[in-house]
């Protein structure tokens, strides 16, 4: 089965600097890679995703990257503010269940 | 408003006691998940469903059990629990479009915990 690895496991950064948090992943098949978003507290929430026929996906201040080859893919959050303090977590599928990294926790300091 | 519900949010409960954990979902999916998860920690699927009547054992071994008797609900179920049960539990389901698997959405989740 498909196996995702995600790294650091804790990153904090200044308020305004950029965050970037990396996900490998084992199954050359995968072709969806959701990124979610969870607050203390709260369910996961989507925040960006990308299919296999793209490389590189934007909305706002995210961003995500994928490299088929290398079978790895980014999260970019830049000129990051205290509301993006949160656990995020890395899937990668080939067909329905999701097999999720890890998780980072992001604390963006002011 | 398209959504997953879960019931109860908050369960405190002995041991030995028997629990069902609800999920329900207007979204129109035909797939449903049950992960277990201890707070900001990793994501583990327990149980899913591509359909009615369908029902698979996750990647994480779990003693409960669940039913998929109609689309829309999605049931989890402990005959004895423990308290090494005590964990948040998330629903999620999705839906396939078009040959592509399509975006899983979470419940708000059940905090369960066994004295």
């Known amino acids: 089965g498909e196996n995702v690895e995600q790294h650091p496991s804790t990153l904090s950064v200044q308020e305004g600097d950029s965050a970037v948090i990396k996900c490998t992943y084992s199954d050359s098949a995968s072709n969806y890679f959701p990124w979610y978003k969870q607050e203390l507290g709260k369910r996961p929430q989507l925040i960006i995703d990308i299919r296999s026929n793209v490389g590189e996906k934007k909305d706002q201040r995210i961003a995500v990257t994928l490299n088929k080859t290398a079978k790895h893919f980014s999260l970019h959050i830049t000129e990051t503010q205290p509301e993006d303090s949160a656990v995020y977590f890395c899937a990668a599928t080939p067909h329905y269940k999701l097999s999720f990294g890890a998780g980072t926790t992001v604390t963006v300091r002011a | 408003e398209a959504d997953i519900y879960q019931t109860p949010r908050y369960l405190v409960i002995g041991t030995g006691k028997k629990i069902t954990l609800e999920c329900s979902q207007t979204?129109?999916?035909?797939?449903m998940y049950w992960y277990q998860q201890d707070p900001g920690m990793e994501l583990h699927l327990i149980h899913y469903s591509y359909g009615v009547n369908s029902t698979e054992k996750g990647d994480l071994s779990s003693e409960s059990t669940v039913s998929r008797i109609r689309t829309e609900h999605f049931p989890l179920t402990l005959e004895s629990a423990r308290p090494s049960h005590t964990s948040q539990y998330l629903c999620a389901s999705s839906d396939r479009k078009q040959g592509v698997p399509d975006t899983q959405y979470f419940g708000p989740g059940t905090r369960l915990t066994v004295l």
């Open positions: 979204m129109g999916h035909d797939k």
